[in-house]
Every structure is written in C-alpha cells, then in structure tokens.
C-alpha cells in the first residue's frame, strides 16, 4: 500500500484546492519523502490527513475525533463553512490484493459474516468527509483496505500471528512527541509505564536466552524478538548493545519490573538513562520488531527529534534497510536529514511561507 498524492481543500491552512505528489519523475512512488518549510506552514497538518484518512479505512478502533497530536483538534479541521476535502489515491501491490482477498475467503469459510468482498484495483482514490472514508470505485474497492482487520481476526486461530501480516497494507505515525500508536509511551518517563516496557523486555529476554541455551526451540508462529530488536536498535546505534533484564529485590517494597540494562561500548545504563534521542528512536524500532512491517506507510513527524547530524543520518538509512516496500514520509527542519532525500525526484516537498 502506498500513497502518490493527496490532495486537500478548506482543511486547516490550505483553503484553496492543493495536491501533493509522492512520486518521481516517472510517476513511481518515492521510497521517502520529505516535507520541510517553516513553523506553521502546514508540514504536521499534511502528515494528519493522510493518517485521517488511512487510519479511518485501515482501523476498526480509530476515531479521528481523537487523533492523539499536539496541536490537532478535529473541530478545527475544516475551514469556515465550505466543505472539507481531503483525497488521496492509494495503490495496492498484487501480492497485498491477493492476500486480502484469499483472508476474506477464509474468514467466510469460517463463518465470520462480511458485507463485501473486497475488489481487485490496483489504484483506488479514497475521501474522507463527516467523519467516514469513501472509494470512488465503489464499496468493494473500499474493502480492499480491510485487509489489517482480516489478519487481526485471522490471528485469533492461527500460531502464526507474525506472518499473517506480512503482505497486508497499513499505516504507522510518530508526533514530533513520538506518540506510538501500538505500544507504551516511553517518553513520559512515568514509572508504571517504564515498568510495562521493562516487563515486556524482560520475557522477550528471558526468550530469547533459553532458545540461545537450547532450552527452548522457537516453535511455529514464534520469533526471537529480543533478537530482531537489537538488531534494529544496533543499525541506528552502532557499536551499542542490549546487556538484558536484572531482577531487582528489595524486601522492604513490593516486587518490581526487572530493570533492563544497555551498554554503549563503554559504560552500562538502565532503559530509565536512556539518551533523550534513543527514547525518541526506541518505540519506532519496537514497533518493526514487533509487528513485522511491510507494504505500509509510515510517518514520522520531526524526524532529527533530540539526535544530532549523523545519528538523523543513519536513522534514515537505517529505516530504508527495514521491513519491505515501505513508504516513508517525514517532516524535519535539519539540513543534515534534508541532504539524504534527491530534490530532483520530488523527493522533498517544500512549503512556502504565506
């Protein structure tokens, strides 16, 4: 799933009609795209409504109403009184048809009733407006972006939890705040939730060191995740490493999450001391790790946040080499993460000051 432009009109700042391309110079969908301009010239409002749009057609729980993002109120989404457009054209892999297709044929064998079968183009032009999305080729066109709640579904009788998404479209988004969609905030730093990460870290650990021992085989469905995400955070943070969970005990307080310890080549450090740029990068990396992420579009608002030159280097890079036929679309006002993209192959959308 990708998408090459989007166009919006009376939405926010851009009252007049305004299309935004995502393509090169042979009308093929850029690997990555960048937005840059100045403060309050539209760059995070872009970002919103293509996640508006694709969230609302992806996800069965997402309401736009409540769009998690500093600064975004849904009231204040339309301009004035005329009516709000936002529309996008969505291109869809063979490979990623098929699959929906085959998850809605297994579903109706298994009795799950569906309203439509999704359909089989290879583009569609979906709109968002009161708060629903609509297909231009019609209602089985829009099912072809159910493909995410079919796997969710499918899950629920098959080992293979992992592999069920891997030819299945969706969209992933990161505020300038690095809100995570699918897992704990790590950045506000408060205990109970440091405690959620620390325990989900200590079984991935505890995983993966009795496979390492022989004392576990991974079974069919299984993945070593402590593995697959140290070595995404390693791509980003070379020459670092995941040292592993501690148990902590002190028998005058009630039992705690095991601290998790890193190691930076010189000195360990618990999750807690992590630097303000790996906080940003971590719930990114968890979340590839986790749900093995391909044929999806992938947004991060403020992409340099808290990590200099040539860390924001090597983070682009870096997300290029993981996961398959994914879109990335960024936002960044660094002249080091701006030097990466070919300006010549529309690979940077600029926005003018107004």
Same mark, same amino acid.
């Given at each position: 799933?990708?998408? *090459?432009h ?5 939405y926010? &700042?851009?009252?007049?009609? *305004? ?11 850029n690997?990555?795209t ?6 309050g ?7 919103q409504?293509?996640?508006i749009? @694709?969230?609302?057609?992806?996800r ?9 993002w500093?600064g975004?109120e !849904? #009231? $204040?989404?339309q301009?004035?009184?005329l009516?709000? *457009?936002i529309e996008a054209?969505?291109?869809f892999?063979?490979e990623?048809?098929k699959?929906t ?6 579903l109706? $064998?298994k009795?799950v009733k569906?309203? &439509?079968?999704?359909a ?5 032009t979906?709109?968002f407006? /009161?708060?629903q999305?609509f ?7 829009y !099912?072809q972006?159910?493909g995410?709640q079919y796997? *969710?579904t499918?899950a629920?009788?098959?080992s293979?939890?992992n592999?069920i998404?891997e %030819?299945?479209?969706n969209i !992933?988004?990161?505020t300038e705040? &690095?809100?995570s969609? %699918?897992i704990t905030? @790590?950045l506000e730093s ?5 405690d959620?990460i620390r325990?989900?870290l200590a079984s991935a650990?505890?995983?993966?060191t009795?496979?390492? /021992?022989? #004392?576990?085989?991974?079974?069919e469905g299984?993945?070593?995740f !402590? ?6 955070y390693q791509?980003?943070?070379?020459g670092?490493?995941?040292v ?5 005990f002190d028998?005058y ?11 930076d080549?010189?000195n360990?450090?618990e @999750?807690s ?6 906080r940003?990068?971590?719930p990114i990396?968890?979340d590839?790790a986790?749900?093995?992420i391909n044929?999806?579009?992938i947004?991060? /608002?403020e992409?340099?946040?808290?990590? $200099? ?5 090597t983070?682009?890079?870096?997300l290029s080499?993981?996961g #398959?036929?994914?879109?990335f ?5 660094s002249?080091?993460?701006i ?13 003018? %000051?107004?």
């Open positions: 799933m990708k998408i *090459k989007i166009t919006l009109q009376n926010k &700042r851009f009252v007049q009609a *305004k299309t935004f391309s995502f393509t090169d110079s042979d009308e093929i969908v690997e990555k960048l937005i840059v301009g100045n403060n010239t539209g760059k995070s409002s872009i970002l409504a293509i996640v749009l @694709l969230a609302s057609a992806i069965d729980h997402f309401n736009p109403n409540k769009l998690d500093p975004f !849904y #009231r $204040h989404l301009t004035g009184i009516p709000l *457009k054209e969505i291109l892999l063979d990623e048809i699959t297709q085959e998850y809605a044929r297994q109706k $064998h009795g569906l309203d &439509r079968q999704p089989s183009h290879k583009s569609v979906i709109s407006d /009161d708060n999305v297909a231009k080729e019609g209602r089985e066109a !099912y972006f159910r995410y796997a *969710k499918l629920r009788f098959t293979q939890k592999k998404f %030819n299945i479209g !992933y988004w990161y705040q &690095r809100n969609n %699918n905030n @790590l408060q205990i109970n939730q440091l959620d325990n989900f650990y505890n995983y993966h009795a496979v390492k /021992d022989g #004392r576990r085989k991974i079974q299984e993945f070593d !402590y593995q697959e995400l140290e070595s995404l791509k980003v943070f070379p670092r490493s995941f592993g969970s501690t148990p902590r028998i307080e009630k039992a705690q999450a095991p601290d998790f310890f890193m190691d080549g010189q360990q450090y @999750l001391g992590m630097s303000a740029g790996e940003a990068v971590f990396l968890m590839f986790r749900w093995n044929n999806a579009i947004i991060i /608002d992409l340099e946040l808290h990590l $200099h030159p040539p860390l924001q280097q983070l682009v890079r870096a080499q993981i #398959r036929n994914n879109q679309i960024f936002t960044s006002h002249n080091s993460v030097s990466m993209f070919d300006e010549t192959e529309n690979q940077i959308i600029r926005l003018p %000051n107004e």
